[in-house]
């Protein structure tokens, strides 16, 4: 090294982006999420057919040249209806944690810093909610409201709130305590300014990894409910409903069952590579050193 | 006029135990541009002090009585939003551990940038004030650095930097709180002398927590020292070590490894415990270590005059004048 000089600095956000690719665990898993993000987004470009359009002549075919993947029971197919399932996935999973996120960052945060019975009135909260299995509380709503697409959002984002919101209070907590907290009290920084300032970017790491773990959380769920008939309505192309379909008929066709199961597999890896990679890098300490 | 002037000022703290009482009517005052060394071992109610002087104090500390004068106001009797107004721009903290007093998250410009949100001024002449500042204190190509991290600094530099945004509003007090505890030898004889010339320079009142007897004396104009949260002398410099009136102040001198003559195997200790600040002894706080102690040690002392502006509460400064 003979070059002294001091990069250029990088804004924050290029600066993770930069760590992130150098790192292969972290670059594998952001391709296979592009990957996954621009099927579900592109799916009317890249499906070969349409996911609904019934071809029953054709139905239960194997994998083969005009269908990749092969058909199901009723002739659709396979591989169109798994890029449109990608669809429904994301649209499930994004505004299920970005709202978990939202709701889960403020009452946590608000708890963590506030009073101890504001404390003990949201702690209460989350563990009322978190009392009810997912999958109960799903079935008791859908049996009030009716399956839907919104339900099983609200249903997953309302359950994952207090995973979010703990781990926001937790370290909204230790913060509190830091004595850097207590430097910028002495300096003048008033509430407002702890909390947005000093407080949310170190909790807005550690919350961004498990958003990225959680993801293939929230699609299994989705999956899953949509499996037991309470999430999507059929003919919606869902990797839920393709399980479903397929779980019924796998002694015959099982390219059926796995065709739904490998995306939600891909899923998993992806975004849990990506959560790996990114706690190394939020933390400006860290970066660089993880990867080699 | 003394920037600050704390008069009888009583702190306890709610304990299962009992209340248990931190600071006991302590007085002391800090005159325009100088700096006042505050000494004393563990638990003698410094960190007290400063919390209460800063109005940061635990939720279950307490007032009793007494009063802190800034500029002449009450800083005990000021609203939440009149001493945040004070913070940062008339009365600073340095603290004791440097590498834990910067956000570990941002960078070292932005947090110097954003201390300043009172001021109307730009973007880029924050950023300048903050290379200003860093280079006043003594970091090296100060605007390539701003753009780093906090864990990219050495202790020495990020107490350098600590200084830097204590001091970037020009307060009339500096409050240390051992800053220089947590570094080694060269390092703190460094850092005192740049707060010397800050000093200097700024033309503030700096008010120096230390237990390290040597850097008051080479820093401070003016020393007090605590005894279990009281205070039993205080005096300039020169007086108070030269000729320690306080029994405990003498134990403490003797105590201190630049003043030991002989080679010794055991450092000098003073024997015995500090007392209980729940069940408070009656008398002389330090009665019990005290090895002069006599009848009168029974009886509460009074700050008596030892000398022209160099006090001690001890009974003995009577005697000795009779004697």
Redesign the interface.
């Known amino acids: 090294m003979t070059d002294l000089t001091?990069p250029k600095?990088r804004s924050e956000l290029g600066e993770i982006v930069y760590h992130l690719v150098r790192d292969p665990l972290g670059l594998t898993g952001l391709v296979i999420v592009l990957l996954i993000l621009a099927s579900a987004l592109f799916a009317p470009w890249i499906a070969p057919y349409d996911p609904i359009a019934l071809n029953v002549p054709d139905r239960l075919q194997g994998p083969g040249a005009a269908h990749l993947l092969g058909t199901d029971q009723l002739g659709r197919d396979t591989f169109s209806r798994v890029i449109w399932g990608g669809r429904v996935a994301l649209q499930v999973a994004l505004p299920t944690i970005g709202g978990a996120i939202l709701i889960g960052l403020l009452l946590g945060m608000i708890a963590g810093y506030g009073p101890k019975w504001i404390d003990n009135l949201i702690v209460l909260l989350f563990d009322t909610v978190r009392s009810f299995p997912t999958v109960m509380f799903a079935l008791a709503v859908v049996a009030l409201v009716g399956p839907s697409l919104n339900t099983v959002i609200v249903v997953i984002m309302v359950t994952s709130v207090p995973t979010y919101g703990r781990v926001v209070r937790t370290l909204t907590q230790s913060l509190k305590e830091?004595?850097?907290i207590?430097?910028?009290?002495?300096?003048?920084?008033?509430t407002p300014?702890i909390m947005t300032?000093?407080i949310l970017?170190?909790v807005l790491?550690p919350l961004a990894v498990l958003a990225a773990m959680d993801i293939p959380t929230v699609v299994g769920l989705e999956a899953g409910l949509s499996f037991l008939g309470m999430g999507v309505k059929p003919p919606t192309p869902s990797w839920g409903s393709l399980l479903n379909d397929g779980y019924n008929l796998i002694r015959n066709t099982p390219w059926l069952i796995i065709a739904g199961g490998i995306p939600l597999i891909l899923t998993t890896i992806g975004f849990t590579f990506l959560g790996e990679a990114l706690r190394d890098v939020v933390?400006?300490?860290l970066r660089g050193k993880g990867g080699k | 006029m003394a920037v600050l002037d704390i008069q009888k000022l009583s702190v306890s703290y709610a304990t299962p135990r009992g209340e248990l009482k931190a600071l006991r009517d302590v007085s002391i005052t800090v005159p325009d541009r100088k700096i006042v060394g505050i000494v004393g071992e563990s638990g003698c109610g410094k960190s007290t002090l400063i919390s209460a002087i800063i109005r940061l104090m635990a939720p279950n500390a307490h007032v009793g009585s007494g009063q802190v004068a800034f500029k002449g106001e009450d800083l005990l009797t000021k609203g939440e939003a009149q001493i945040r107004a004070l913070r940062g721009t008339q009365i600073s903290m340095v603290f004791q551990d440097p590498m834990q007093t910067h956000n570990p998250v941002l960078t070292v410009g932005r947090q110097m940038i954003d201390i300043q949100y009172r001021d109307a001024l730009s973007k880029a002449e924050k950023r300048k004030r903050a290379v200003d500042m860093l280079a006043l204190v003594g970091i090296p190509d100060p605007e390539a650095r701003l753009n780093q991290y906090p864990f990219e600094f050495s202790g020495g530099m990020r107490q350098r930097i600590a200084i830097a945004m204590a001091l970037m509003a020009r307060p009339a007090l500096l409050i240390a709180d051992e800053p220089t505890t947590a570094l080694d030898a060269t390092l703190e004889v460094q850092i005192i002398k740049r707060l010397r010339e800050l000093q200097d320079e700024i033309g503030c009142s700096i008010l120096f927590i230390s237990h390290h007897l040597g850097v008051i004396a080479e820093l401070c104009d003016e020393v007090v020292v605590m005894y279990a949260g009281e205070v039993v002398e205080a005096g300039s410099v020169r007086d108070v070590f030269h000729s320690p009136a306080h029994p405990y102040t003498r134990a403490l001198l003797e105590c201190d490894p630049g003043h030991i003559k002989e080679k010794t195997r055991n450092l000098p200790t003073i024997p015995g415990n500090i007392p209980d600040l729940v069940n408070l002894p009656s008398g002389c706080i330090f009665a019990a270590r005290c090895p002069r102690r006599f009848d009168a040690c029974t009886a509460r002392p009074a700050m008596a005059e030892a000398s022209a502006g160099h006090g001690t509460a001890c009974h003995l400064i009577g005697m000795e004048m009779t004697a």
């Open positions: 001091v600095p830091a004595e850097f207590t430097a910028e009290k002495s300096l003048g920084a008033s300014r300032v000093h970017p170190n790491g933390d400006p300490k």
